[in-house]
């Protein structure tokens, strides 16, 4: 690639032992880490500040002053690029699919804090939110400025680099490292790591954002692989994306508590407490065995939790009262 990243996180993310959790998961104490990949730092941190690095390296490269990209209203993506704007003194508009007004709460409330521009899209397919994207750039060059467009989620071989990095830090961090466990949106997460570990290592949960996302992450990590990577020899589950993207499935639900008790650690319901359950599954169906080294990347996401009524309700049911 000719661009280079433009340094917005903190890097190496730490990688912590996580035993109560291996062994409610019917793991042995010493088999479970987790890569806190939601500790990149800026904007609240997540994923996205990897794969921002390149694909702002880029913008900047190009000699853009606005950024633009597309999303959900609860985006974790939309809010760090509105981050990574703010940092590097560019103007930001996030596409973003449905209307104003339902709910401020969660990633949006962030996104107006970092003082991006909202562009709503109404109820689009993923086509109809690329071409609102396109109506805003041409707008944005029409008035002078100088746009680039961020691929959905930041995910294309440029932005799945960041998480070819993120694999060259875990091949440090965790030796004999057997399985890594990742949340699969977009692609681009996952690619990097099939990229740098090679597919068998890498099982990817599936979260329900794209119809085909085998070949969004074959697409990304082929032209970054030292072997080639097929669809047929990815590991990706497709069990638990429920009734759909956004909603909050039991198996996630579940997980989200038994993080939360076991290690004091936060998921969050779209994307964690997806990857978590299937964690779960895999090791319940013997996908993922006691005795092997296996990692989960936790990618954050928390501000979403926060944007989630349900979410919110679940965990308001779990609080005991104490006393009579
Ligand atoms: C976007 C996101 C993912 C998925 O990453 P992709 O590269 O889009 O597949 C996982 N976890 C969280 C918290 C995210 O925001």
């Known amino acids: 690639m000719s661009h280079s990243p433009v340094p917005l996180g903190t890097f190496p993310t730490p990688v912590e032992p996580a035993p109560r959790l291996a062994a409610a998961l019917g793991l042995e104490p010493g088999d479970l880490w987790i890569k806190r990949d939601d500790l990149t730092g800026l904007g609240g941190g997540g994923n996205k500040i990897r794969k921002l690095e390149w694909t702002v390296g880029a913008a900047l490269a190009e000699g853009a002053d606005t950024l633009v990209t597309t999303g959900a209203p609860q985006s974790n993506h939309a809010r760090l690029t509105a ?130 996302p085998a070949a969004a992450v074959v697409e990304f990590a082929a032209p970054l692989a030292t072997q080639e990577v097929t669809a047929k020899g990815l590991r990706v589950r497709r069990d638990q994306v429920g009734a759909g993207y956004a909603t909050l499935t039991g198996p996630a639900a579940q997980a989200l508590r038994l993080a939360a008790r076991t290690e004091g650690l936060v998921l969050d319901p779209v994307y964690t407490g997806r990857a978590l359950a299937g964690l779960h599954a895999a090791v319940q169906d013997g996908d993922i065995r006691p005795g092997e080294k296996t990692v989960f990347v936790h990618t954050g996401g928390l501000p979403g939790l926060f944007g989630h009524a349900d979410a919110i309700a679940f965990a308001e049911e779990g609080a005991g009262t104490f006393g009579g």
């Open 83 to 212: 981050a990574a704007g703010a940092r590097l003194g560019l103007d930001v508009v996030l596409v973003l699919r449905g209307a104003p007004g339902a709910s401020r709460s969660g990633n949006l409330a962030l996104d107006g804090l970092f003082g991006a521009r909202l562009a709503w899209a109404g109820e689009v397919d993923r086509a109809g939110l690329d071409a609102a994207a396109a109506e805003v750039c041409a707008r944005l060059r029409a008035g002078g400025a100088r746009p680039a467009l961020i691929p959905f989620g930041g995910s294309g071989v440029l932005g799945a680099q960041g998480y070819v990095r993120c694999g060259e830090e875990l091949d440090e961090q965790v030796p004999q490292l057997r399985t890594v466990v990742v949340a699969l949106g977009s692609g681009g997460t996952m690619a990097g790591l099939v990229a740098a570990l090679g597919a068998g290592s890498v099982l990817g949960v599936d979260v329900g954002a794209l119809t085909d």
